[in-house]
């Protein structure tokens, strides 16, 4: 058998062998499709993770706020379950926002293994500078604990997330609204709450601009200060969670929603129409790209299925000496797989080297050099050659069947 294989391997590369024109333009092509197809996979998924990154590293990976996803029901439908009762005209009770018992809330995230939870308050003040005034969203936060869960600390231009400990009202807001109010590094701005409460703020670090999901219209302080300036001491309405494995956050935020009735949402809830556009930017992107391989392919089918129209006297031979016509079809697909392999090998050279000239590409970006995020992993390169190999045997099992249905007898007769 072994023997059979290699003498079908043997007359398949002297039949390319004896069309070297022919065979280079339908590994070129080949090779042009498989390195534009490592390129542009390379280009867009690696922005696809760098962007899915960001999402997962700029902000907690889950998010529970003092907000209810359905009311609580009234103390007449708790008292009689499904009876027939209708209330209206009654007057609901205000009352005070924020998540109540929110240390058992913590104590349960931070048991998960490898999670840690944030508390936070986040409310609305205004900043007087000089007759303007500026509405601005804080965020109470604690230091210590806000490094492990988010990468605000990585945002800052300049000042340290611990200095809203070392200085008394210390704030940190983004550089576009200190240069909107004419401050600085060290200013101190005043700052009124809805309650009517005053305080002096001093800004201690600055956000770089730019950063995606950083609005120029929040600042950061420390949390009892918020809890101070909002007037809502021991009081916190949101607790950001980070988990080792993002992708557990879903399934993480519905079991902590369903045990505590508060709103947890996970990053991928909050992205949800992102990550959509997202597949759809990848489907139109391997379509293109397999258009690609496709065309490629159609370089194979002309080499094989003219060597099948030059070897017709050579083929009925070789069925009048016992050759079958799986043999026959074997032959010119070896031949499809050969151009496709080869072209492969090719490409994946070709490939390589237009990901180093795209790596070697800096963008300026935010008065930062950033490079091309490009996705490097053996998978692109599997995906391209399973692609490509499948299009290349394709191609020439077509031919190969007319090969195998060539009638000796005819052939041979008609030669004579």
Not at 173 to 193: F, H, K, P, Y
Not at 206 to 232: D, H, I, P, T, W
Request: charged residues 20%; positive net charge; contains cysteine.
């Amino acid at each position: 058998m072994i023997d059979r294989l290699l003498l079908l391997l043997d007359i398949a590369i002297k039949h390319l062998s004896r069309r070297k024109r022919q065979t280079v333009v339908a590994v070129s092509g080949v090779m042009v499709g498989v390195g534009f197809f490592l390129a542009v996979s390379a280009l867009m998924i690696g922005s696809q993770n760098d962007f899915i990154k960001t999402l997962i590293d700029a902000a907690p990976q889950i998010i529970i706020s003092d907000e209810l996803r359905s009311p609580a029901p009234q103390p007449g439908v708790r008292a009689f379950p499904g009876s027939m009762i209708a209330m209206h005209g009654y007057k609901v009770r205000t009352e005070v926002r924020g998540l109540k018992n929110w240390p058992a809330i913590l104590r349960a995230v931070n048991a998960v293994p490898g999670a840690i939870g944030s508390p936070s308050l986040t409310g609305g003040v205004t900043l007087r500078v000089g007759g303007r005034e500026e509405a601005l969203g804080i965020v109470g936060i604690d230091p210590s604990v806000e490094t492990k869960v988010s990468t605000i600390a990585d945002k800052l231009r300049v000042g340290h997330l611990r200095d809203l400990e070392r200085v008394q009202g210390g704030i940190i807001i983004g550089e576009d609204l200190a240069q909107r109010l004419g401050l600085g590094m060290g200013d101190v701005v005043g700052a009124t709450s809805a309650s009517g409460t005053t305080r002096s703020l001093r800004i201690v670090g600055l956000f770089k601009k730019g950063q995606v999901m950083m609005s120029s219209s929040m600042g950061y302080v420390l949390l009892r200060e918020a809890q101070s300036m909002l007037g809502r001491p021991f009081i916190i309405n949101r607790i950001g969670v980070k988990l080792p494995d993002p992708y557990q956050a879903d399934q993480i935020s519905k079991q902590l929603e369903g045990r505590f009735g508060y709103k947890a949402e996970s990053w991928e809830d909050r992205s949800s129409d992102f990550l959509a556009l997202l597949v759809t930017r990848n489907v139109i992107m391997y379509s293109v790209v397999s258009a690609i391989l496709l065309v490629a392919s159609f370089g194979i089918y002309t080499v094989v299925s003219t060597s099948v129209s030059d070897k017709r006297r050579d083929i009925a031979i070789m069925r009048s000496m016992g050759f079958s016509e799986f043999d026959l079809q074997l032959i010119f697909i070896i031949e499809g797989v050969l151009l496709a392999l080869i072209g492969v090998m090719c490409g994946w050279l070709l490939g390589f080297g237009l990901m180093n000239i795209l790596g070697s590409l800096n963008f300026a970006v935010g008065g930062e050099n950033q490079h091309v995020p490009l996705d490097r992993t053996p998978r692109q390169y599997a995906i391209a050659a399973a692609a490509s190999l499948f299009a290349g045997g394709i191609a020439a099992w077509l031919p190969a069947r007319k090969a195998s249905r060539v009638d000796p007898v005819e052939i041979l007769r008609g030669a004579a």
